[in-house]
């Protein structure tokens, strides 16, 4: 079955402290990998996105993310966290189909 | 300017009346999305339609309806079948063709009291 795994609910990082975010995924073809970031009562917003060639994809507001094929993960990372990045993040999976699959989300507070 | 519009943003219904939420597109996108999000439980496909007229089922589609008559519409109605109707809804469209990559509305908070 397709399906993502957000294994943290809430996660609370200091101001200027690195971040990592985890998403598993399971997925039966090559996957199309997406992190997403929802601001409360927002639609959500691209940060990055994985199809394929580098694992190691860039994205918007200094967020990073590395496709690891063998442990079926899709890690977001960001060295240096902002007040202002405190916000719920989804993880997502597609592929041929029309259809993204989101994880349940990470929810993101950032303490002075 | 290009984007998604969802309306209303916030909408109090009865229980038991048919409430319609409304997106609007004018990307160009061929593919229109109907998610349902709760807390905890990440984002939920109702309903999707990838060209005019034509609309599949989601993982959530009971207690719901959509129709595409038009290529930048996608209305969807909650009807009073939906037991769990109180939700933010999430419209999003997709580019034909193109990798994936969805394009979020802002959302409607919908409140049945």
């Known amino acids: 079955a397709q399906s993502v795994t957000q294994p943290d609910i809430h996660i609370t990082v200091s101001e200027g402290a690195s971040l990592e975010l985890r998403c598993n995924y399971s997925?039966?073809?090559?996957?199309?990998l997406f992190w997403y970031v929802q601001s409360p009562g927002q639609g959500l917003q691209l940060l990055l996105k994985?199809?394929?060639?580098?694992?190691l994809v860039q994205g918007i507001k200094g967020f990073e993310a590395e496709f690891k094929r063998s442990q079926s993960s899709f890690n977001l990372r960001k060295p240096s966290v902002h007040w202002s990045d405190a916000a719920e993040y989804f993880c997502a999976v597609g592929g041929a189909t029309n259809k993204l699959i989101f994880g349940t989300g990470t929810l993101l507070a950032v303490q002075p | 300017d290009g984007g998604i519009t969802q309306s209303p943003k916030y909408l109090f219904r009865k229980e038991g009346q048919n409430v319609t939420l409304s997106c609007e597109q004018n990307l160009n996108h061929d593919a229109m999305y109907w998610y349902r999000q709760d807390p905890g439980q990440g984002l939920r496909l109702i309903y999707y339609?990838?060209?005019?007229?034509?609309?599949q089922k989601g993982d959530i589609a009971e207690g719901y309806s959509v129709s595409r008559e038009k290529k930048e519409s996608f209305p969807l109605t909650v009807t009073s079948a939906q037991k769990n109707p109180t939700a933010f809804y999430l419209c999003a469209t997709k580019k034909q063709g193109d990798t994936g990559e969805l394009f979020f509305g802002e959302g409607s908070r919908l409140t049945v009291l």
């Open positions: 997925y039966g073809a090559t996957p199309y």
């Open positions: 994985y199809f394929s060639g580098d694992t």
């Open positions: 339609s990838q060209i005019v007229n034509d609309f």
